[in-house]
Structures are given as structure tokens and as C-alpha cells.
């Protein structure tokens, strides 16, 4: 049987191709793969997204799924749903379906799907991709025409000083006229073109070269950004202004970087507390992908999980507070270089070992991770009681590593630390212990909402930057992902900063987040039947 002709015109080159007869019943992705040009079929080639998007401009094709002829002058279609017709064909590969980069983990995140480079401003040379979050903002400069990262940048969110949740800031925008003026202000002059300007000064670029900015957050921050007022997000039924994609010119927001032709792209997002971060994580993890089930957990300044089972997609926010990245604790702090990461406790006589991040002689303080380890190691070795107050007997035979101060009792981790001693007192236990009940409530009521139990689920991907330094063990122990074990669990980082720096170099994606955005279900817990009584049960240590 004489072989059928692929004639491929791709954006930078053409190319024939000859398929035997015994490959002609393949799906189009697997023949092309064959020959060396893989297409970017994210999802695994089951047609759930428009990755391998292919121009049929002469000859017929038919669907795998039933045969059907389709004809040249077609709307644009999926290879992996379609298959020769027995003849020859030519075919156009648009830049956005060419596989160029695999699955990779780059230092802030994990990114689960390939991806085309197709940048969002076709003809800049750069771009920057930002998750401003509600205490942290992180930014990455990118080199589009290879897809790699030329610099990063992170510091904290300049509003901090404004209110450190998004409730206290929306409230201020309400009571104060000039609020908005000053938070849009401090995210975009005082925050993000500083991080800008210093990942351009890594490379050696310019920010008049940056031609094209992509931002992920949760919808206040975007708000915040926009100069868009949020009050109506603070009060029932909790409606923001927009969520949509939406384009600016940098000088807008009070950014200055690139020409006339540079532009903002604010990421879209579900609803007024499931943001564009969990857009863009969605993305980054696959999960829309997957049949499931599959969880998403965004343990960051406000706690948002997502759940998928089949093509359910259900999504909801938690009142988790800062507290696992350090906020509003004795010695809490975030994973820079100095803080305690990890640590192990012993009883007679007390004691802790402490793992710090880096080099650092002294510790600074304390990170998320560490938190976690010490409500098991404690509630492990007799040091707390399930309610997280410190065990009487304990207490009585620490001598001076417990104390009493207005806020109840606090033990004392380390005497000399960088900036002073190191303590947790019972007030901080209380918070984790909040933040926690948060979460692990959240997760259970989307399962059952989708009649799933914790073992039912393939994957959970845990988001936000203190998971890559978490023991899985000590997470599911003390109750923050109850009933899952380790093997679920995959770790995933900042995949808010990983979604915007896909969509910034496969502008396809930023459509596909639109679609997961317009089909995800966001339930308020708090009017869900049995979430009271599941974080109540939650708020104690196993």
C-alpha cells in the first residue's frame, strides 16, 4: 500500500511526511509524534482542551469517535480526535500547538503540562509573570523566545501595612476615599516595579524591553491592582466588579515598562474568593485535564480548594488566615534563609532540634512547615493536649522553657536567636489550629458535596509556597489533610506564578482557564450542611 502524505506548514517551516497504511487509523497527535513533531496534546490526548489544534486546508480527515468525514475549510480541529481518511492531506500547525516544552519544576513550582510557545505579545522579546499575593508577591522575567526564566524577583505585598488579610483592606476601601488610590498604588509602584526592575537587573534587560506582563491573584488583589473598588466583595452576596481576562496599558495601573504596545493581562478568576490563582493553578497542575477525582489545595494567605470528578468542578474558599506562612505568630515568618524549617522535639529533658534554611548560624524564626511538624512532634511526645493547651504535667517539669505571659503559656524553642529568643505560646497553637480546621473542613465537604471519600481521590496537589518544605507525614498527622496518605499528596509550589508564566507563553491557556472559571461550581461553606461541625471536629489534634 503506497504510504499517505502529511504536507505540514508550521510557523517557521514546511515539512512532508509519509504515513504507512498500517498508521493510518492513529490519531493524527500519535502519527506526527512518530515523525518528530510531537503536538501539544496536554490532555493526553482525550480532546478536554485545544492544545493540538491543527488548520485542515486541503484533503479529508475523519473522527476517530465515529468515522465522520470532515473536509478541508473546517473550524479548527483537535488532532487527537481525528485520523486519515485514506488519502493524503495538508495540514497547518499554528505555533500555539507545536510542543516545545515539556513538564518541568522550575524553583517556585512544579509544572505538570507541556506547553507551545505561543507568547500572549506575539512580538516581545520579554515578559513577566506576577502572583501578587495578599502578603507576598513573586515575579519571574521570561525570555519568550526560549521560554526559560531570565530573572525572579519577590518581596512582601507593600499593603501589608494597609491590613494584613483582604477583608481588613476592602473594608478600608469602603470607609476611606482614598484608599484605592493608595493600595493600587502600593502593589503596583512600591511592589511589583520594583521586582521588576531588580529581575531585569539579573539579566541585563531592560524594562523598556519587557513588551508584556501576565498576573495571577486572588480577585481582591486584582481589584487592588486595577484601581477597580472592591467594596461590594466585603458584603453578602459578595459580587466583584469583574472576572473576566482583563488587558491594560502598564501606565493604568502605574507600572512603567515596555513601548506603546506593551500591555497588562489580568488572569480571570471563578468568583469573589476563588481568584485567578486558582485559575492558573488549575492549569499548572493539569487537574482540568484529569477525569479525577483530584483536589487542589491552595494553603497561602486565604486557604481555596478546588475539586474535579469527572466534569464536575466544584471550588470553595476557607477563612485559613496567614498563619502557615508565619503571620500574626510570636516568631512566625516566611522560608527565607534563617528560619526554621523543620524540627524535632524531645522530653526528657526538653528540647528542640531545629533545621534552619541555608547556612545561618542563628534562627530568625519560624516557617509553615515547621509549625506543622511541632503540632505532631508535640501532640506526639505528651507536650500538647488535643485542644493544643500545653499538658499540666509537662508544663511543671520544663521548668523555664514554659512560661505564662497575657497570652497563656509559651515554650521556649531557642534562647538565642537572631533577633531573640524563639517562642510558640498557646495563642499561636490556637491560630494554626484554626487555620488547619480551615482547611481540612473545606476538603472534606467538596468530597462529600461529590460523594467522594479522602482514599477515592488520585491525586491532591498541595499549592503554596511552604509545601515544598512540609513533611507529608507530619501534614496528615496533626490533621491539615486528613485521611489522605503520602503517596496522594503531590507538592506542587506557587502554581499561581506557575499558571501565569504558562499563559504567558501559551496565550491558549489563558481561554482554557476562562472555560474552567465559567464551569467550576464555588460553593459558600458556611451554608453547606455539616462544614460547622466538621471544623469543630477539625480544631482538635488527633
Keep these: 500500500m503506497t504510504p499517505l502524505r502529511i504536507d505540514l506548514q508550521m510557523p517557521d517551516e514546511r515539512r512532508t511526511v509519509a504515513v504507512p497504511g498500517a498508521e493510518a487509523a492513529l490519531p493524527l497527535t500519535e502519527v506526527l509524534a512518530r515523525r518528530g513533531f510531537p503536538l501539544n496534546a496536554r490532555c493526553g490526548g482525550r480532546g478536554l482542551c485545544g492544545g493540538c489544534e491543527v488548520e ?30 485514506g488519502e493524503g492531506v495538508g495540514l497547518e500547525v499554528p505555533a500555539g500547538s507545536l510542543l516545545r516544552h515539556q513538564p518541568a519544576v522550575v524553583s517556585e513550582f512544579r509544572l505538570n503540562i507541556p506547553w507551545a510557545r505561543d507568547p500572549l505579545a506575539p512580538g516581545a522579546r520579554y515578559g513577566a509573570a506576577v502572583d501578587v499575593g495578599t502578603t507576598t508577591v513573586a515575579l ?73 506582563m501576565v498576573v495571577a491573584g486572588n480577585t481582591t488583589m486584582l481589584h487592588l491592582l486595577a484601581g477597580v473598588d472592591p467594596t461590594f ?76 470528578a469527572g466534569n464536575r468542578l466544584v471550588g470553595c474558599a476557607t477563612a485559613a488566615g496567614p498563619a502557615f506562612e508565619g503571620a500574626g505568630l510570636t516568631s ?38 515547621a509549625y506543622v511538624d511541632f503540632l505532631l512532634e508535640a501532640r506526639r511526645s505528651g507536650i500538647l493536649q488535643a485542644n493544643g493547651r500545653f499538658e499540666g504535667a509537662f508544663s511543671s517539669r520544663a521548668g523555664d522553657a514554659v512560661q505564662i505571659d497575657a497570652q497563656g503559656r509559651k515554650l521556649l524553642l531557642h534562647a538565642h536567636g537572631a533577633s531573640g529568643p524563639i517562642w510558640i505560646s498557646e495563642l499561636d497553637i490556637a491560630r494554626l489550629l ?92 458556611n451554608l453547606q450542611a455539616g462544614f460547622e461541625n466538621a471544623f469543630i471536629d477539625q480544631l482538635a489534634l488527633p
Excluded: W
Excluded at 60 to 71: H, N, Y
Excluded at 257 to 263: D, N
Design 233 to 308: 466583595m466585603g458584603i453578602f452576596p459578595f459580587r466583584p466588579a469583574f472576572l473576566g481576562h482583563r488587558v491594560f496599558a502598564p501606565g493604568d495601573l502605574g507600572l512603567v515598562f515596555g513601548g506603546p504596545s506593551a500591555r497588562v493581562h489580568l488572569l480571570p478568576g471563578a468568583a469573589a474568593y476563588v481568584g485567578a490563582d486558582l485559575a492558573a493553578g488549575m492549569i499548572a497542575t493539569g487537574m482540568i485535564y484529569e477525569d479525577g477525582p483530584v483536589l487542589l489545595i491552595d494553603v497561602g494567605t486565604n486557604g481555596e480548594i478546588i475539586a474535579k
Design 140 to 212: 519571574l522575567l521570561c525570555d519568550l523566545a526560549t521560554g526559560t526564566v531570565a530573572g525572579e524577583a519577590s518581596a512582601f505585598n507593600a499593603q501589608i501595612r494597609f491590613g494584613e488579610d483582604v477583608v481588613t483592606r476592602i473594608q478600608r476601601c469602603a470607609s476611606e476615599s482614598d484608599a484605592l488610590r493608595q493600595l493600587q498604588r502600593a502593589v503596583a509602584e512600591e511592589t511589583i516595579m520594583p521586582l521588576l526592575c531588580e529581575a531585569c537587573r539579573q539579566s541585563g534587560v531592560a524594562p523598556g524591553d519587557v513588551g508584556a
Design 332 to 369: 512566625g515568618m516566611r522560608a527565607v534563609t534563617g528560619a526554621i524549617e523543620h524540627m524535632r522535639l524531645r522530653t526528657e529533658p526538653f528540647g528542640a532540634e531545629l533545621g534552619l534554611i541555608g547556612a545561618a548560624s542563628r534562627p530568625l524564626g519560624i516557617c509553615g512547615s
Design 434 to 525: 484554626q487555620a488547619k480546621a480551615a482547611i481540612a473542613a473545606g476538603s472534606l465537604t467538596l468530597l462529600e458535596l461529590l460523594g467522594i471519600a479522602p482514599s477515592d481521590v488520585k491525586g491532591v496537589y498541595l499549592a503554596g509556597g511552604f509545601g515544598f518544605h512540609l513533611s507529608l507525614e507530619h501534614a496528615i498527622g496533626c490533621g491539615l489533610l486528613p485521611g489522605f496518605v503520602a503517596d496522594q499528596i503531590h507538592v506542587v509550589g506557587n502554581t499561581s506564578l506557575g499558571g501565569a508564566f504558562l499563559a504567558l507563553n501559551d496565550q491558549r491557556l489563558v481561554g482554557e482557564m476562562v472555560g474552567a472559571c465559567a464551569a467550576m461550581e464555588v460553593i459558600e461553606l
Design 56 to 85: 485542515l486546508r486541503t484533503g479529508s480527515l475523519s473522527r476517530v469517535a465515529d468515522g465522520a468525514r470532515v473536509d478541508a475549510g473546517a473550524a479548527r480541529l483537535k488532532a487527537c480526535q481525528m485520523r486519515l481518511h
